[in-house]
Every structure is written in C-alpha cells, then in structure tokens.
C-alpha cells in the first residue's frame, strides 16, 4: 500500500487553537469530522481543554452545568483513596463499580477551514458546545453526513448517565438544528450514511456493553434520521488481529463500484489503534462482502506514537476524488494529520468474506 | 397500602409447564407480559429449561444454533479454571473481561389462559421461540402493549453479541409478524405506552452501561414503533432506597386521570427486587411527576423469597379495571403470582417531585 502522509502533518496542533476557557489549556484538537462547504475544506475538530492546576496534589475536573449552562471547576485531591487517577484521560471512582466518573478535560467542537485541505486556520468560537445535561461531561468525536445540501452532524453526548450519539443538522455550519440523542448510553462511533439505500437510511454504530458481547459494530435503518431500528450485528473483533480489542465506524461510508466502503478503527486489546477497511453491498449494507486482514494506516510517525494517548490514528472522515482518498485522522489523542490512500489498493487489499 | 395477594400464588409454577425440549426440565415460568384477548386473560410466559446433568462435574448449557435453528447442549467441567459458576442463572469466563459467556437455561415464550385470571392453563407449544443469531440464548421478560387490534410483543433477546429488546406483532397470537430489534445492547426492560402522545409513540427503556452511567429508566419516541431516537434520561437510582442499584420498567403504562402510572421494578445493590411506582405528565411522559419513597409490592412471602433467584418481585404487566390494579409478576425468578392493589392508593402514596 503506497500511503502519501503529508509532510506538513499534524496538520492541526493544540498550539494552534486558542483556549476558549481562561485559565485552560488546549491539550487535544484531535478525531475530526470532514465536510466540504463551498471551496472550503472544513474539520469539525474535536478540541480537549483542561484547567490548568498549580498543585500538584489537585486534579481539576471540568464539568458544564446543566442549570446554568456554566462552565465549573471541582478540585479532587490526589490522595483521595475513594478516584483512581492512573488513566490520563479520566477519573474513576473505585466504590462505585461505574466506567469513569469524570473527565479530565472538556471536548466541545471547532472548525477549522482550508483552501487547499492542507493548511487550516482555526475558527475562534466553538461550533457545538455541551448544551444540556446529557453533555455535561463534554461532546466528542463528531462525524459529518452531508445529504442535498444539508450536513448531518453527529457526536458523541458525555456526562454521568451515560455517553450516547447526538444529531444536529445545519446548512451553513452556523445556524444548527438540534434532533435529539439518536443512539442512547452505551453508544459511539455512530457514521450515517450519505444516501438512501432501498428507501431507508442507514447507520454503522458501536454499542459497548456491560452484561454480555463485546465493542463490536452493528447496523441499524431509519426512515428520517433521527429514529433508528433494526439494530444487527455486523461484523466482530478478531483475537490476535489488529483489530482484536475493539472496532468502530471510522469515515462515512464511501460508494464505490463495488460496495459501501468503510474506513473503520480497530485496537488491539493492548489499546493500539489503527484503521482498516470493510466493504459492504450497495444494496444491502448489512451484508459484508470484504474486510482487511492488514490495516490500511497504523502509528509508526513520532506524532502517531506519541501524545496525551500513543499508538492511536484514528479517522472520523475522509474525502473520496476518483482514486485518490485523502484519510484525516486523530493523532495520539493530540492532534489532526492526514493521509492519501490509493482506492483501488485499498479494495485491492481487501479479503473475501 | 391494602394489598390482596392471590390465595392460589403461585398462580403458574414450573411444575405446571410441560418440557418443550425433550431431556430437559423446567425451572422457571415467570416475568409474564399480559394481555386481554376477548374472554381470556394470557400470561406470555418467559419459560426457562435447563439440560439434566447427570454427572455433578459437568454444567450443561443450552444454545440455538442460528444456521440451523436446533438446540445444541454444550457441556462444560465444573473444574475448568476459565469458567466461574458462582451464580446459578449464568457462566462467566474470567479470562474474557465480558459480563457472562453463556447461560445455564433457554428461555423462550409461553401462553397460559385463563378466564377468570387466576387459574390458568398452559399452551402444550411455545408461543415464540429463538428465531435468529440474536437470540441463540434466548428470549426473556416479554411484555404486551396493545394498540388498536394489534398486540406488540416485545422481549429480552440474548446472545454472544448482547442483550437487546426485539419487537413483533400479532392479531391472534397465533401468527406473528417480525419487526426486528428495536433497542440495540445493552438493553432490556422496554415499555411502550399505550397509545400515542402528542403524536408520537414514546416508550420506556434501560440501558446498562460500562463506560460510564448506571442501570437507570430512560425515554425515547417514535412515529412508527419500529425506530426510536429523541433518546432521555427519565430517573435515576436513589442510593441506599429500594430502587439505589438498578431499576427498569415493569408493566406497560397506565393511564390515570392524574399521568401515567408507571409500575417499575427497583432493586438495592444487594438483589432485592421490589416494585414501586412513578408518575408521569399526559402530555409529555418525559416529565416525572412523583414517585414511591417506599415499594408498592416487596418480596415478603415465601413464594417471593425462596426459588431460583430468591427475593424477587417482578411484574412485566398489569390489568387496571376501575380502582383495581391487577398487577402479575414473577416471583424468584421461579413462578409467576398475582396481587391486587388499589389504583387510588398508589397514586396517594406517591411523593411529588
């Protein structure tokens, strides 16, 4: 696989975006989604602020309050016996047998514009912000469906019930619509996509489950994007694989000649990340036609390996121009770089399921 | 609270069911959804068999394979160091970090009928039985809202990919139309209203989370019953209460002058499963009104005590006629009982909110 990475990646650093907190500091501006808007190139960047602390005996913990829709600063001590502090990017309560009980840093979302796809200048004011208390923990990780001329935006919705998909829409990236959560707690990595199939809609998502199963992706339809059913398995983890831990939807589906192709993550139960692909019948995107056995992208650059969390690429979209798939992807949690992929190697690469 | 338990309870027992599956044995007919069809009253029986071991050193569980649609019996050494067997409703691989790995029964879906709703007779064949990958380990905890002429039966579908709430219809319960999962993992304990609001359907659920949030009652809507979004948190665990370490919903909506009433099942942290109460607006059941401070039915007998999964009370279905709550409900995961409570005095017993 011939894979052009940009010489000017990570194309998007934290230094390049202004905190829009006082007294925080960005540490991630990381796992875009994509969408061109006019001549533009446009990344809905994920951007991770975090308070900074003086003492070192004090994590701060960011939290928006649903009442007020301010943001506010708790203070835990470090020694506090009842949190677990060793995962950087959390705050777990070891009494109460939840996930996490904290985030170390807010997400909320930013664009950030280019002529060229290249090179970005990053808008000032945040797009999406958390706007209730299904988001008080922060909003990650967006895609962008662009359907006529209106964009799907989709994230996924933190705070203490849960972390669910939200969908809004807009048509400027300005003025935005808001539909609800449409994929509630355990969900994630959620990609819609871009055209009616048979009639319906159709999504990719990634429910993580506690009683049984594993962090695998699922297919659900819909017949206006913001109800969705018919939920089935699609495809699972592989013990020993690259993508043996944990998968899930990476880029909105591309439509090729031969299938739905989907550029997903998968990560080694070491917590490796990479993205593979898996295509999928243009008819029926339930059914799976080919999957990598290799990945099409994996951390080997400095800025892939090492970050606020190493060993991650992590795509959330990419643009399709006849053969040439320019793959935009999160960096070690940190950062935006980007990758030109060859389509037919990727199909080329694939294996018959 | 004036509660009238039935002098037969328990008014369906295991030994009252005829094994489906030749070798095996009944071990539960409980969790029944309820419904009125002309003169007769039908418990939808979640019927749980379990493979005779005859060898102490082998645990025997059951799975319908999804090619084939047969059961297979899988056995498994008592002594092998992957498997914990500590509970007696699953087996958990201690090597895999996932909830369970495979169940000791099969559950699937019975009728029993009756006239008067207290003796009932029990269909010799299962009403619905595992039909695809989603459900090889079973169908559990139906429940039966009825809409029009067309019962909407919905269940517990569980496999190695999850547990989630899948929905079919029936006119007859006889034939049945599919209409797929409609909750995707982690997901049980669904509750459709039943009728429309404000123009919408709107519906109860419960997902469980591991990343991070806890097993708490949330609502969702829908224009068509086969799709839900607009997915809310609805109420959450009050630590140290009844209801402080998981709730779901339990009957199907009732309508009262004053909300909807909502039977819902709680249980503190330790498994003692009571049933308790909230009330929510006409208009917009997304709105909680009031809510029990103590339990409307509590595991106090000894047919509620001891069984399968002692100290459990747990209804999926309810008859209100009048002032009179009919509420059916599965005792220790073992038999199926009945009580009859007041409509008035539920809702006196209430606390705003």
């Known amino acids: 696989m011939k894979t052009y990475r940009y010489e000017e990646n990570p194309i998007v650093k934290p230094v390049d975006v202004k905190p829009y907190h006082p007294g925080f500091e960005v ?3 990381f796992n875009a989604g994509v969408a061109r808007n006019g001549d533009e190139v446009l990344l809905l960047l994920r951007v ?7 003492d070192p005996d004090i994590v701060k913990v960011p939290i928006v309050r649903p009442e007020s829709g ?3 600063v708790m203070d835990l001590r470090r020694d506090d016996p009842r949190y677990d502090f060793s995962d950087p990017r959390v705050v777990r309560d070891v009494t109460s047998g939840v996930g996490f009980a904290y985030l170390t840093s807010l997400s909320y979302i930013r664009i950030a514009r280019s002529k060229d796809g ?6 000032d004011a945040p797009f999406l912000y958390p706007s209730d208390a299904s988001e008080s923990f922060g909003i990650e990780d967006p895609r962008v469906t662009q359907i006529g001329d209106v964009y799907y935006v989709y994230y996924s919705a933190v705070s203490p019930t849960g972390i669910g998909v939200t969908l ?8 935005v619509e808001r539909h609800g959560m449409i994929f509630c707690p355990d969900n994630k990595d959620v990609v819609i996509f871009p055209e009616r199939i048979g009639g319906k809609y159709y999504a990719l998502h990634r429910p993580t489950m506690k009683s049984t199963g594993s962090p695998e992706i699922w297919v659900a339809e819909s017949d206006n994007l913001l109800y969705w059913g018919n939920h089935r398995h699609l495809i699972g ?9 944990r ?8 439509r090729t000649s031969e299938g739905w192709l989907e550029l997903y993550h998968g990560a080694t139960r070491e917590h490796r990340y990479c993205m593979g692909a898996v295509l999928l019948d243009l008819e029926d995107p339930s059914k799976v036609l080919a999957r990598s056995d290799v990945p099409v992208l994996e951390p080997e650059m400095q800025y892939e390996r090492e970050g606020f969390f190493g060993d991650v ?7 399709a121009d006849g053969d040439t798939v320019r793959m935009y992807y999160g960096v070690a949690d940190s950062s935006m770089a980007c990758a030109e992929l060859s389509l037919r190697e990727i199909l080329a690469g694939l294996v018959r399921v």
Chains 1, 2 share one sequence.
Do not use: H, K, Y
């Open 168 to 175: 809004v829409s807009t048509r400027d990236f300005r003025q």
């Open 27 to 29: 540490i991630g501006a």
């Open 313 to 319: 690429v992590f795509s959330c979209g990419a643009l």
């Open 70 to 72: 301010r943001l506010e």
């Open 48 to 54: 991770a602020e975090r308070p900074f602390s003086g």
């Open 118 to 123: 290249r090179n970005f200048s990053v808008d």
């Open 247 to 254: 998968i899930g939807g990476g880029a909105v589906p591309i």
């Open 237 to 245: 983890l592989r013990p020993g694989m690259w993508d043996g831990g």
